[in-house]
């Protein structure tokens, strides 16, 4: 893996992602053959959010995954650091909020929504473990979040494969498809690189969110983490930090803390 390509500033990869907004869910449907409009109807059954409640859809992007939230009569404000993407979603869908924000310095008060959550796009995130205490801060008290990400196939055979399609054979057809294909060997790299389920869920606990699952889709090529933030006093990353703390050993002994469905 080419390292020095995952080493992007901010603005770089903020640039990159304006370059590729005008056909960026065309591309996605194309990589990953159809499945990513399952992915993220997986994703609003998750959240389980009704009419008049507010959710943050960090990442959003050109806002495909804000529109059923929309449909749906509730209050979704669509937020990403990508101009470029933001004003292809406002051209699109005028009706939904398209906000510009970092998302390790959220421009949203304390506790201001029901429900948070970003979908392929918290990799792509500076300081990953900052947004996670940032979505926990916006987060009303007993509020979801549920994250979908690209994570670890758990079969040995099928990772190998998956690998392979991801150094090979994702950015040949970015070249056929996309306008910017260097942008997906960024992005393939970057998925390669990024922590297996288990310790996305231990980043999770650490932030203070609790009630940590994750659901493996496709074999595990995506994983849907869900959690809830605490509503009780001394709630919030310093007690999940501790929380953490008591549990001794590798990651991988948080798997009997973290429940996984298996369907």
């Known amino acids: 893996m080419n390292r020095a390509s995952l080493d992007k500033r901010p603005d770089e990869v903020a640039t990159m992602f304006d370059d590729v907004a005008p056909k960026y869910d065309v591309v996605n449907d194309v990589l990953s053959m159809g ?16 009419a008049g409640q507010r959710v943050l859809d960090l990442a959003a992007g ?29 051209r699109r869908r005028p009706d939904i909020n398209f906000i510009a924000g970092d998302a390790t310095r959220l ?8 429900a948070s959550t970003i979908s392929f796009g918290l990799r792509n995130v500076n300081e990953p473990k900052k947004a996670l205490a940032e979505m926990l801060r916006v987060t009303k008290p007993g509020g979801r979040l549920v994250i979908a ?15 392979e399609y991801l150094m090979r054979a994702l950015p040949a057809i970015a070249v056929k498809v996309s306008s910017n294909p260097d942008a997906y060997v960024y992005l393939a790299e970057s ?11 231990a980043w999770l606990q650490e932030a203070g969110w609790e009630d940590v ?20 006093p001394g709630a919030g990353p310093a007690a999940g930090a501790k929380a953490l ?10 798997r009997r803390n973290i429940t996984r469905p298996q369907r």
């Open 35 to 50: 499945q990513t409009r399952r992915w993220r109807r997986i994703v609003v059954e998750a959240m389980d959010v009704k």
């Open 62 to 90: 050109t806002g495909t995954s804000s529109e059923p939230y929309a449909d749906a009569g509730i209050d979704v404000v669509a937020c990403d650091f990508s101009l470029g993407m933001l004003k292809v979603g406002k």
């Open 107 to 114: 421009p949203f008060a304390d506790n201001t929504f029901d």
């Open 149 to 163: 990400e690209f994570s670890q196939p758990v079969v040995p055979l099928w990772r190998t494969m998956y690998t």
């Open 191 to 201: 998925i390669r690189a990024w922590p297996d389920q288990d310790h996305l869920a």
């Open 213 to 232: 699952t994750y659901r493996n889709l496709s074999g595990g090529i995506v994983a849907v983490h869900r959690a809830r933030k605490p509503d009780g």
């Open 245 to 254: 703390a008591s549990h001794t050993g590798p990651v991988a002994k948080l």
